[in-house]
């Protein structure tokens, strides 16, 4: 069985233009996780889909953050007018109902310049 | 708010010897805890989750959890130079008693000289 997978696995992008960024969990897992990773930090908590809808969404640091999950499966995390802080390691993560052990991703690597 | 705490290190202990990491946590109601390592460059694995007080053993690693002082610890006996990693914490908490979300320490990195 695969595992999660994300895409791209760089993305390269000049200040103020959009970026999507997408994560395809384990097949039939139900909870999805996004997370954002600076160089040398910890996880930063964005936001935890449980099929489509997201109960949590606190941990988005601005409203030019968003994501969507359609068809309880794929996400994408859309950077709207990006900063150069948005620069970071975007990991996904999925687990099979929520209240049990998160498979990560490889992630993606955003550099804005 | 709720906060995972850990030694950001290095931890340095020589091949073959005992390295035990720490982790504290302030939410009491926490359930479960998790330990994932991460190479560099790489996504965080997990290694061990542990749910109840007391250890937990895997191999040559072992959780400690005590709930009563919000400590949870992992130790890793005969540590190779392979183990040589950050090492995640993680704390879950949810919604309606589900503990999906989880809360990551900033991790604590080992370095096993040979």
């Known amino acids: 069985g695969a595992g999660v997978s994300q895409s791209p696995s760089n993305k390269v992008t000049e200040k103020g233009k959009d970026v999507e960024l997408r994560c395809d969990p384990i097949?039939?897992?139900?909870?999805l996780y996004w997370y954002r990773q600076s160089l040398g930090q910890g996880l930063e908590f964005l936001i935890y889909?449980?099929?489509?809808?997201?109960?949590?969404k606190s941990g988005l640091p601005s409203d030019r953050f968003s994501a969507e999950r359609t068809g309880g499966s794929v996400s994408t995390l859309t950077i709207q007018r990006t900063q150069q802080e948005d620069s970071a390691v975007y990991l996904c993560a999925s687990s099979p109902t929520g209240a049990e052990t998160q498979y990560f991703g490889p992630g993606t690597r955003l550099l804005v310049l | 708010q709720k906060e995972v705490e850990q030694n950001s290190g290095p931890l340095s202990v020589p091949e073959g010897a005992i390295a035990s990491l720490n982790c504290t946590y302030s939410d009491r109601g926490s359930q479960s805890f998790f330990w994932y390592r991460q190479y560099s460059g790489k996504s965080p694995e997990l290694i061990m989750f542990?749910?109840s007080n007391g250890d937990k053993e895997d191999g040559r690693f072992t959780a400690q959890l005590n709930k009563a002082s919000q400590y949870v610890s992992l130790l890793i006996r005969d540590s190779q130079p392979s183990d040589s990693a950050t090492y995640l914490c993680?704390?879950?908490w949810g919604y309606g008693g589900s503990q999906g979300n989880l809360i990551f320490g900033k991790g604590t990195k080992l370095s096993v000289k040979p």
């Open positions: 993680a704390v879950g």
């Open positions: 542990i749910y």
């Open positions: 097949s039939g897992h139900t909870a």
């Open positions: 889909f449980q099929g489509n809808s997201a109960p949590d």
